[in-house]
C-alpha cells in the first residue's frame, strides 16, 4: 500500500466507496473505515498502520498547502 488511492481499493474490498467532494472529509471517513475493519480483525496490522500513516501524511500535505493551485 503506498497511496491514498491503494487505500481505497482496499476499502471497496470491503464495500465501502468514499467519495463527498471534500478532499479531507473524504479522508477523515477513510480513517474511521480503516479502524473499524482493524477492530473487527478483517485487515492485518501492517495495513492498518500504512493505511494510518498515508491518511495521516495525505491529511498534512493538503493542511500545509503543498500540492494545491494557490492562485
Request: overall charge neutral; charged content about 30%; glycine content about 8%.
Amino acid at each position: 500500500m503506498k497511496s491514498v488511492y491503494d487505500i481505497r481499493q482496499l476499502l471497496k474490498k470491503y464495500g465501502t466507496f468514499i467519495y463527498t467532494g471534500d478532499r479531507i472529509g473524504d479522508l477523515d471517513l477513510m480513517e474511521m473505515e480503516i479502524n473499524e475493519l482493524y477492530e473487527m480483525k478483517f485487515i492485518a496490522i501492517w495495513d492498518y498502520q500504512m493505511a494510518k500513516l498515508i491518511l495521516k501524511s495525505e491529511k498534512n500535505r493538503l493542511s500545509t498547502g503543498k500540492g494545491e493551485n494557490n492562485s
